[in-house]
DNA sequence: ATGAAAGCGCTAACAC
DNA sequence: GTGTTAGCGCTTTCAT
């Protein structure tokens, strides 16, 4: 176990000036900056993050905290945060909430608060005042991805235009017949992501001047096996079957796919089907699709941190940060047959 | 931002009694422990991870070491691992080595020494000798998961058993031209998963008397994707077509069902398809399969690391945990068709 | 059972 | 540009 001394007394300077070589905060002249970089590798020196951020108050490490990991969604997120803090040395520690309230709460009056992270980055959580305040009381910066947090800077898509841009793709083509598979209410927690986007399907349709019909309305819960369902549902009526659907997500929409085969249904002739996310699955499928670009999401609010964490001289970021979507035509969506 | 000193101030003691209290290292007398305890929790108090690692030597954090994070399989461990490590108090902190080769140097040389964790659990990773002995130089235990590591306590999948098992499911059900969709070389990396999977069906089919026909195997990438295009190529030959497939994932396997799907073919009427993993779309799809339990392999690394962090009474662990499998019949297999 | 005090290994004034 | 030194906030001997 080398430490700063010995790399001093090698490069016959002081640990300050190594100090300062290493972590290039301060004045060192360039020839002594090689010569403390040099003894510290042939010593194969690192620092101890702990004595280091024990003087500093600087982890160099940032709180990643996720409702769930195991999902395609989040876990992407969580390797743009990473990637893009591993570039600038930082680590990350993650957080998942999956385990329930009370694991929430240790997290947050806990695990956040011993120091171990100079800001945190919460994804699709809508944080209460008092979780907001316990990190900003401390100084944590804070930014979160998926819906505005008050007094927090948020990265949000927005998702009332996402799915007024699916819906008018359907409705461009033609379709009037346009069903949406939408999030069930119990699914409706973070941001009312669900509620919002059935509200841009209806917006899109009553500006098209286009009925919504309640029959034509399915909840599911963001999964394939439930998007099949309601597919299934939607698809199998004997009349006035829906010529679209419209689904909240790639992985309902995948099933509402997968529903229209099983029932002998050809797509898109006989239904067109869009969805949002751009899953890892979807151009497989050939679905049609709102991409959203969650590695790049985390990229992003790392961005935003680093921008917090060492203010620049431009002027300060606004709260909120739009996220990019964009559409993507496959082959799950064409005009109606006849 | 309250120090001990303060909760020692309140609860009358001195701040080695709260560190002891709070700790529950070295004796304390009840009465002053619930007066420490709450002098604390009315305070707000919480440890702060770094002074108490750099006087103590322990971080309570563990490092988790992956190749990739947005795939279903790897993203289970982290999960399993993170909630393990929760309820034990510690952090886990994420190193993801997508990024290439620069990338896990810097990781090794860099990221993990700097002491900000207590062991590493990896993931997955044949680790080096060097990476090995750079870390157990400063006394980090290690687990690994997914394969022997020499030197390394590691948790390892039967992998040669898990395909053998998946054949003879087959092979019992009466099927004799089992097509296999295995591994390409390039996946080959780690452990020779994809080469022992292959060995473990060869040796069914031989076992059994059957011919290992080298047009009866398709290598893919583990995709759905890669599983499609081997499933139309195994499928779709006009003659001979084989009346079962072995796919070395579960991902894969469905691709194969998609392809049979695709082709007019009938599972299991016309072909039976097995797999391996239990993906979280396999119950989906009705896919057999020979599940492995990732949620759970993160969980007991961490137990494994426990029992090295603070060694028990009992012997030390074997060097090598088998993990556990069990085979899962679904919709996909059944007899061949006359 | 409790307290006093010496560090843990660095960083950041401050002096030169 | 570089060295000296006083902490950062705890834990842990060693006394008592």
Same mark, same amino acid.
């Given at each position: 176990m080398t430490g700063i001394d010995e790399v001093a007394r090698l490069a016959g300077v002081s640990t300050a000036t190594v100090s300062r070589a290493l972590s290039g905060n301060g004045p060192v002249s360039p020839a002594t900056r090689d010569r403390v970089r040099s003894a510290a590798d042939s010593l194969g020196y690192v620092v101890s993050s702990n004595a280091s951020s024990l003087a500093? /108050?600087? +982890?160099?490490n940032v709180g990643v905290v996720v409702p *769930? !990991?195991?999902r395609w969604f989040f876990s992407s997120i969580v390797e743009g945060a990473e990637a893009a803090l591993a570039r600038k040395g930082y680590d990350l520690t993650l957080y998942n909430l999956g385990g329930g309230e009370e694991l929430r709460r240790s997290v947050f009056e806990h695990f956040l608060l011993?120091? =171990?992270?100079d800001a945190v980055v919460a994804v699709a959580l809508e944080l209460t005042d008092d979780e907001v305040n316990r990190l900003l009381a401390i100084h944590k910066p804070i930014v979160g991805i998926g819906g505005p947090i008050p007094g927090v800077r948020t990265l949000t898509l927005d998702d009332l235009s996402v799915a007024r841009l699916a819906t008018e793709h359907l409705i461009s083509l033609g379709h009037t017949r346009i069903a949406h598979v939408g999030g069930a209410v119990e699914f %409706? !927690?973070? *941001? @009312?992501l669900a509620s919002t986007r059935r509200r841009g399907f209806e917006r899109a349709m009553h500006e098209a001047g286009l009925p919504i019909r309640d029959d034509l309305y399915q909840p599911a819960d963001f999964t394939i096996n439930g998007g099949y369902a309601a597919g299934k549902q939607l698809l199998g009526r &004997?009349? %006035? =079957? &829906?010529?679209a659907i419209f689904a909240a997500s790639d992985e309902m929409a995948i099933g509402c796919l997968l529903a229209a085969r099983d029932l /002998? !249904? +050809?797509?898109? @002739? %006989?239904v067109s089907v869009v969805g949002i996310d %751009? @899953?890892? !699955?979807s151009d497989f499928f050939g679905l049609t699709t709102v991409a959203q670009f969650p590695r790049q999401q985390g990229e992003m609010a790392v961005d935003v941190l680093m921008g917090e964490l060492m203010?620049? &001289? /431009?002027g300060p970021a606004a709260l909120t940060t739009e996220l990019p979507y964009q559409l993507i035509v496959r082959s799950s969506t064409a005009r109606p047959a006849e």
């Open positions: 500093s /108050g600087r +982890t160099r *769930f !990991l195991s011993r120091k =171990r992270v %409706d !927690l973070d *941001f @009312h &004997p009349y %006035d =079957r &829906p010529t /002998g !249904l +050809t797509v898109p @002739h %006989d %751009d @899953h890892e !699955l203010p620049e &001289p /431009g």
